[in-house]
């Protein structure tokens, strides 16, 4: 646990330090927060001394900037257009847990909760992978968070080992934003457990400075490889990595059919000694020093890189011969200790305001078209984000593939030949 | 009569003293031994439990009773990971070792007043996360630090240094070194001075002497230090995870991968107990092997 959170910690700082100038938005949320930020560092520097004066600075600290840090959030708010509305459950809990993906929620948006619903302590723990949340929730972790984000091909197999519980729709009434196409579906057909959060595409990025091939299609990217050895990195994860040879050869991404897996091993293992790593943490690190020049990626901090001088000729494709669908879903565990606040959570984020930033923050597709007025127009048209209908049309929905061995075999297999001979 | 009354009482008062040791050492090494059996039997005993187990449908555990995890984890085809690991840890523990013994004898030996200071000098890294200092090695290594540098020199654009063997080898020496050095210290900071000036006396040179008699009372330092770096090496999954890429493939790595990925636990509950076997195997063969090359000495100084 320690470990992970260091690592998060890491990653944030190293965020921290790549992102992009702030937006507008992103300005006025900061000039608000640096007054709160700036609160919290004379309460931390102060605490330590025991002399007079550090109970001078304290006292003063406490009372001008968390003025400041409650009223200034909603003036830029109000900047924003029309007054969001939010309803505060009475008896709502001071204290909401949530168990997510690292750095998946605007900092910003949780101050603003926590501010405006009262809950004091909001405490934000991290899994890096699905399998790793659901080991957790196996070895007996219920009970411990109210709030948690799987992927939805994770949802069916929770539900039915009892890890989640129902929604109290009473309490949401802003999943009205929610699109149609993502109502009913297969993880979740009566809509009763999950909130979608935001939703994306597995692809290909490519330095185009160093790469001239067109790479349109998982085709040319997996011939492509050994070309150029030793530059190309995977994201780590399973699910991710078979759509390259499945998609390459017109396979379903969710194949369990024996011929088509032992042809993706086949492909898998051509491509292992060739591969710079394996990495769902950093391969945007290894592509934005070209140590990586290709790369199948989440658009997790890639979109970003082409903001940057440097990296201009980043280029995130969605290839032709189709792709994955993901989607992220918020959802109540099982026996949350604080029900009432992780509901209230879910109705706030799909305030459209609040979803817009998500949006702009997170740079994932936002499920709800009503938020799409608030974003910033540059992202709206952007196709590795918001992606066009005829592309949509090829995506296939990830598919809970746990239970296949041989999946797990190959896999197990590909990961000890990484970079083997 | 009156020897006999005597000596009774005391007969009597024996063994009652003893039931009272015995209490109090029974007191005294309760907490220790509860403390290995909650946190070390029984979890041992459900690994080994767990091995023979089958994977449930959501994965996770189900009770059974099947070699078959047994057989994956000894397949030929599957069993490199383990090569690795145990290459991996005789390569660290042997660079650790050499690299120790020069900083202990120093600090042992020329420290002098600064002796305290050079201690807590090699503690201060603790003080920082490991997983930050492991973090550190990827800007110091990469392409803008080491790595792109040696590269520039050697006129080759594609050199690197992190996603090698190398790297995973420089990161392990560099976070189990402080495990080697204390135990080594320790020994030599209490050797008797007057046995090396005896050895003088008696016309040994530098090289002899450190030979046949500072290496030899040192050994019990050099002997644990080595355990202690090697049984954890043979577990390590975070540094060739971040200095290797996932290039480096251990044991540990196979580990993680069966527990939190394929949630497939009898399978990594079987490689587990291999693992614990062959460590048990070859700490027990270098502790033989050592301790054997001590009583020839003894004998031979007889």
């Known amino acids: 646990m320690v470990d992970q959170s260091m690592e998060q910690m890491v990653r944030q700082m190293r965020r921290g330090l790549e992102r992009t100038p702030l937006s507008r938005r992103g300005f006025m949320w900061a000039s608000a927060m640096s007054a709160s930020a700036a609160f919290l560092a004379a309460c931390s520097s102060g605490g330590g001394a025991s002399s007079a004066p550090s109970a001078a600075a304290s006292e003063a600290a406490s009372t001008a900037p968390s003025e400041a840090a409650s009223v200034e959030p909603s003036q830029a708010l109000e900047s924003l257009g029309p007054e969001p509305s939010f309803v505060v459950p009475p008896n709502i809990e001071s204290e909401l847990f949530m168990y997510n993906w690292g750095d998946y929620v605007d900092p910003n948006n949780m101050k603003l909760f926590q501010d405006v619903y009262g809950v004091k302590k909001f405490t934000y723990d991290v899994f890096s992978n699905n399998d790793e949340m659901m080991a957790k929730f196996q070895g007996g972790a219920t009970g411990q968070w109210d709030i948690c984000c799987p992927t939805m091909n994770y949802l069916p197999a929770m539900r039915d080992q009892g890890f989640l519980s129902k929604l109290d729709k009473s309490l949401i009434p802003n999943l009205k934003y929610v699109d149609a196409a993502f109502k009913g579906k297969y993880w979740d057909p009566t809509d009763e457990y999950s909130a979608p959060k935001d939703w994306g595409t597995t692809g290909i990025t490519v330095r185009t400075k160093d790469v001239k091939e067109p790479v349109t299609t998982w085709r040319e990217f997996l011939d492509l490889i050994p070309k150029y050895s030793g530059k190309v990195v995977f994201v780590d994860s399973a699910d991710d990595v078979f759509i390259a040879p499945l998609k390459a050869n017109g396979y379903s991404l969710n194949s369990d059919v024996k011929e088509e897996l032992d042809k993706a091993r086949e492909e898998l293992l051509k491509v292992a000694p060739h591969l710079l790593a394996l990495d769902s943490d950093q391969y945007n690190t290894k592509i934005e020093t070209e140590e990586a020049v290709l790369g199948l990626t989440w658009t997790g901090g890639i979109l970003e890189l082409r903001d940057k001088p440097k990296t201009a000729d980043v280029v995130y494709t969605i290839p032709a011969d189709g792709t994955v669908f993901w989607l992220d879903t918020w959802v109540v565990l099982a026996d949350p200790p604080h029900p009432i606040a992780a509901n209230a959570w879910i109705n706030f984020i799909h305030e459209p305001h609040i979803q817009a930033i998500e949006t702009e923050t997170n740079r994932y597709a936002t499920p709800d078209s009503a938020a799409k007025q608030f974003i910033d127009p540059k992202l709206l048209a952007d196709p590795a984000l918001f992606v066009a209908d005829d592309v949509v049309a090829k995506l296939e929905p990830q598919k809970d593939n746990s239970g296949i061995q041989q999946r797990q075999d190959i896999w197990a297999e590909f990961k000890s030949k990484i970079g083997q001979g | ?302």
């Not at chain 2, 459900?46 to 089958?54: A, E, K, L, N, Y």
């Not at chain 2, 807590?120 to 990469?142: C, D, E, K």
């Not at chain 2, 190398?166 to 050095?181: F, I, R, T």
């Open chain 2, 1 to 302: 009569m009156t020897a006999s009354t005597e000596v009774a009482p005391v007969r009597r008062a024996r063994p009652r003293r003893s039931v009272r040791s015995g209490l109090l050492t029974g007191l005294l090494v309760l907490p220790a031994s509860a403390w290995y059996l909650i946190l070390l039997v029984a979890p041992l005993v459900i690994v080994v439990i767990m091995s023979f187990g089958t994977k449930s449908r959501f994965g996770g555990y189900d009770p059974g009773f099947t070699l078959a995890n047994y057989g994956d984890a000894l397949d030929p085809d599957r069993v490199s990971p383990f090569v690795t690991s145990i290459s991996l840890a005789i390569g660290g523990t042997v660079l650790c070792l050499l690299a120790a013994l020069p900083i202990a004898y120093f600090i042992a030996t020329r420290g002098g007043s600064r002796k305290s200071m050079l201690v807590v000098l090699l503690i201060v890294p603790f003080w920082t996360s490991f997983l930050i200092r492991t973090y550190a090695w990827l800007t110091i290594l990469g392409p803008d630090g080491v790595g792109g540098f040696v590269g520039g020199v050697v006129g080759d654009p594609s050199f690197r240094i992190l996603g090698t063997p190398g790297a995973v080898l420089l990161g392990v020496v560099y976070g189990y070194l402080p495990l080697m050095v204390f135990p080594i210290y320790v020994t030599m900071e209490r050797m008797d001075r007057t046995l090396i000036e005896a050895s003088k006396d008696l016309g040994a040179g530098r090289w002899a002497t450190f030979r046949q008699v500072t290496l030899p009372i040192t050994a019990t330092g050099l002997i644990t230090g080595s355990i202690l770096v090697f049984i954890p090496l043979m577990g390590e999954y975070v540094i060739p995870a971040i200095l290797g890429y996932g290039r480096v493939f251990l044991i540990g790595n196979q580990l993680v991968l069966q527990f939190l990925e394929s949630r497939n636990w009898p399978q990594g509950a079987a490689r587990a107990v291999v693992l614990i076997a062959i460590m048990l195997v070859s700490v027990v063969f270098y502790l033989w092997f050592a301790n054997r090359g001590r009583r020839v000495r003894e004998v031979s100084v007889l």
